[in-house]
């Protein structure tokens, strides 16, 4: 199983700062993936990111306001940009084994945007 | 449209107690679903996975239960315990995506 790891674990940030989200995984994996759960709500992809391209956002979710970097297949950060109190939720880094058998999950960011 | 509810959104149990919580999906065309518990604060934990051709699935005292026909799934909880206090996920992928449509939870709280 893949033990992932975020920083930092929370956060409270002023409205219109930037904040970005590191997730460490200890085992190489090819497609990591971003999420955000708002309060009371279930997990929402933010977008899908592979080593070595860009990666890819859902409705909703784009790039300036959302930038993700993969440097390598250990490694993702995610940053938060200009940002409001609606973005105050848990951002949770995922990946998937290469067998997709199971989905592994980071423990999350809460952030807190006043 | 693919979707997953579940149902109930929330639930209270007396402990040592089981207890059935229910999901529904439209996604097509289906892959697997899995079943995930979320402690407050924490990132979901994979409980269980079935694919098509499988209707029950243990872990534990979990046991999963899946019906492709009537495109149902069931989570079973014998003899709650207080740790059994969290957010069930019901997650259901499409066949040649890694897109998971993630139902909205199930919240149980297990009492003393």
């Known amino acids: 199983s893949a033990v992932i790891s975020q920083k930092p674990s929370r956060d409270i940030c002023q409205r219109g700062t930037s904040l970005t989200i590191q997730c460490q995984v200890d085992?190489?994996?090819?497609?990591m993936f971003w999420y955000r759960q708002q309060p009371g709500q279930s997990l929402t992809l933010i977008a899908t990111a592979n080593q070595g391209s860009e990666a890819t956002y859902e409705s909703g979710f784009v790039i300036d306001k959302f930038p993700i970097s993969r440097p390598n297949l250990t490694f993702s950060t995610l940053t938060v940009s200009n940002m409001s109190p609606e973005d105050s939720s848990i951002y949770l880094c995922?990946?998937?084994?290469?067998?997709?058998?199971?989905?592994?999950f980071g423990p999350g960011t809460r952030l807190l945007v006043l | 449209k693919n979707q997953v509810e579940q149902s109930p959104q929330s639930l209270i149990i007396l402990e040592g107690k089981n207890c059935t919580l229910q999901c529904n999906y439209t996604v097509s065309p289906f892959s697997n679903l899995r079943w995930y518990k979320q402690d407050t604060g924490r990132g979901p934990v994979s409980l269980t996975i079935m694919t098509f051709s499988e209707n029950t699935k243990s872990n534990g005292r979990y046991t999963a239960t899946l019906d492709a026909d009537t495109k149902q799934s069931s989570l079973h909880i014998t003899a709650s315990q207080l740790s059994d206090s969290a957010s069930y996920i019901c997650v259901v992928s499409a066949s040649g995506t890694y897109k998971y449509i993630f139902g909205t939870g199930t919240r149980l709280k297990v009492l003393a």
């Open positions: 085992s190489q994996v090819t497609m």
């Open positions: 995922s990946v998937e084994e290469s067998r997709g058998e199971t989905q592994y």
